[in-house]
């Protein structure tokens, strides 16, 4: 342990604190931003623009018709409270003042966890662990424990007090949203979390070439940040398979839950999500077991989990660009209307290119040595 505290110990200790930092701040500036309308609702500048123009403050709409608020009180009780539910369902909490920063704690856990193996792997501290008298089983599960238990106990902290806050310096008369669904919310963004940084250690300890690993990561970022129009397209694929189209679905639970807003996952999704976690540290650790030094520089540390690697590689990302150029949503255009700019033929040719380049970018990076040497026993046998 005192070798990963001297190696990893400001590190860890500087990610840490950025995290609790981040869900901190969030809960103070979310309150903030509470007590900001709070304090002009009750202004004598609000009294005199909602006295003379009431038609700014309408409540909704009944065809073409206003419905205005009943009173100036009415007005204020619905704009400051948090936790309405929204179309009448307990299954989301809309919240004016959520100020959520999951956008910056999730690529910072993923992208942290690649760096724990990686940049052991390519400055050769990896090799020293290695020529120390331990097993490696045991090298793998002490770092594992030295850097998850740190990082679990950072988002606990920052998940529980970034509610806190809210709870304890917003009037309850218009914090609505239960303890008991803020703890499962923070549940469910505990377990997101992990997912995301288990997700990250295993690609840490599978990649291992310099240029090329960082660059995948860059890209897995790339497509994360598409996950919106990933979910819609799979929306629209279900419609058209259950429904040739004319309905559109909704999950009737929440599958990506990264911030503590009230929402949580049903228990299936909790076995599910803790399922993939488990997974992927025993393959993390099974690769760190079969680590050889002579692979150094490989694009996959372990050759036989370069095939696995290159088929996730050519046909998940073609399965997952397709989904995100809204492929289903051209197919539905082409179905249903005659004078669509896109045909079947033209969209089966884009699906059929599109995955020809992924197969030749995965089989150059995954399989370049191979590559290589094939190409120059051609050439020599052309010679």
């Given at each position: 342990?005192?070798?990963?505290?001297?190696?990893?110990?400001?590190?860890?200790?500087?990610?840490?604190?950025?995290?609790?930092?981040?869900?901190?701040?969030?809960?103070?500036?979310?309150?903030?931003?509470?007590?900001?309308?709070?304090?002009?609702?009750?202004?004598?500048?609000?009294?005199?623009?909602?006295?003379?123009?009431?038609?700014?403050?309408?409540?909704?709409?009944?065809?073409?018709?206003?419905?205005p608020y009943e009173s100036m009180d009415d007005y204020r009780q619905d704009v400051l409270?948090?936790?309405?539910?929204?179309?009448?369902?307990?299954?989301?909490?809309?919240?004016?003042?959520?100020?959520?920063?999951?956008?910056?704690?999730?690529?910072?856990?993923?992208?942290?966890?690649?760096?724990?193996?990686?940049?052991?792997?390519?400055?050769?501290?990896?090799?020293?662990?290695?020529?120390?008298?331990?097993?490696?089983?045991?090298?793998?599960?002490?770092?594992?424990?030295?850097?998850?238990?740190?990082?679990?106990?950072?988002?606990?902290?920052?998940?529980?007090?970034?509610?806190?806050?809210?709870?304890?310096?917003?009037?309850?008369?218009?914090?609505?949203?239960?303890?008991?669904?803020?703890?499962?919310?923070?549940?469910?963004?505990?377990?997101?979390?992990?997912?995301?940084?288990?997700?990250?250690?295993?690609?840490?300890?599978?990649?291992?070439?310099?240029?090329?690993?960082?660059?995948?990561?860059?890209?897995?970022?790339?497509?994360?940040?598409?996950?919106?129009?990933?979910?819609?397209?799979?929306?629209?694929?279900?419609?058209?398979?259950?429904?040739?189209?004319?309905?559109?679905?909704?999950?009737?639970?929440?599958?990506?839950?990264?911030?503590?807003?009230?929402?949580?996952?049903?228990?299936?999704?909790?076995?599910?999500?803790?399922?993939?976690?488990?997974?992927?540290?025993?393959?993390?650790?099974?690769?760190?077991?079969?680590?050889?030094?002579?692979?150094?520089?490989?694009?996959?540390?372990?050759?036989?989990?370069?095939?696995?690697?290159?088929?996730?590689?050519?046909?998940?990302?073609?399965?997952?660009?397709?989904?995100?150029?809204?492929?289903?949503?051209?197919?539905?255009?082409?179905?249903?209307?005659?004078?669509?700019?896109?045909?079947?033929?033209?969209?089966?040719?884009?699906?059929?290119?599109?995955?020809?380049?992924?197969?030749?970018?995965?089989?150059?990076?995954?399989?370049?040595?191979?590559?290589?040497?094939?190409?120059?026993?051609?050439?020599?046998?052309?010679?």
């Amino acid at each position: 342990m005192s070798i990963f505290k001297a190696r990893y110990g400001k590190a860890l200790i500087g990610v840490c604190f950025i995290l609790m930092a981040i869900y901190l701040g969030a809960g103070w500036q979310s309150q903030k931003d509470w007590h900001t309308q709070y304090n002009y609702l009750h202004s004598d500048e609000f009294v005199y623009d909602y006295t003379n123009h009431p038609s700014y403050y309408v409540k909704s709409y009944d065809g073409e018709k206003e419905i205005p608020y009943e009173s100036m009180d009415d007005y204020r009780q619905d704009v400051l409270t948090i936790g309405k539910t929204r179309d009448d369902t307990e299954t989301y909490y809309y919240n004016d003042f959520n100020f959520s920063l999951s956008i910056f704690v999730l690529p910072l856990l993923f992208v942290f966890g690649f760096l724990t193996f990686f940049v052991d792997y390519r400055t050769n501290f990896t090799r020293f662990l290695l020529s120390l008298p331990f097993q490696r089983k045991e090298i793998f599960r002490k770092k594992i424990v030295f850097v998850l238990v740190p990082i679990i106990g950072a988002l606990t902290v920052g998940i529980v007090g970034n509610f806190l806050l809210r709870i304890m310096m917003i009037d309850s008369h218009y914090f609505l949203i239960p303890l008991s669904k803020l703890l499962l919310s923070g549940i469910s963004t505990l377990v997101t979390n992990l997912l995301v940084f288990a997700t990250g250690l295993l690609c840490g300890i599978l990649l291992g070439n310099l240029v090329a690993a960082p660059l995948s990561i860059i890209f897995i970022l790339f497509l994360a940040a598409q996950g919106n129009y990933f979910y819609s397209s799979c929306r629209m694929l279900f419609s058209l398979l259950v429904s040739n189209g004319a309905t559109d679905y909704y999950t009737p639970f929440n599958l990506w839950v990264a911030w503590p807003e009230g929402v949580s996952y049903p228990i299936w999704i909790y076995l599910l999500y803790g399922f993939f976690i488990l997974l992927m540290l025993i393959l993390s650790e099974k690769i760190f077991l079969r680590l050889s030094l002579d692979n150094e520089g490989d694009y996959v540390t372990v050759p036989a989990f370069r095939a696995p690697t290159y088929w996730l590689m050519s046909i998940g990302t073609w399965l997952y660009l397709l989904m995100i150029s809204y492929f289903p949503h051209d197919l539905y255009n082409v179905h249903l209307y005659d004078d669509s700019n896109e045909s079947y033929q033209g969209l089966i040719i884009r699906a059929i290119l599109l995955l020809f380049v992924c197969i030749i970018i995965s089989l150059l990076m995954v399989y370049p040595k191979e590559l290589m040497n094939w190409w120059h026993k051609r050439r020599n046998k052309l010679a």
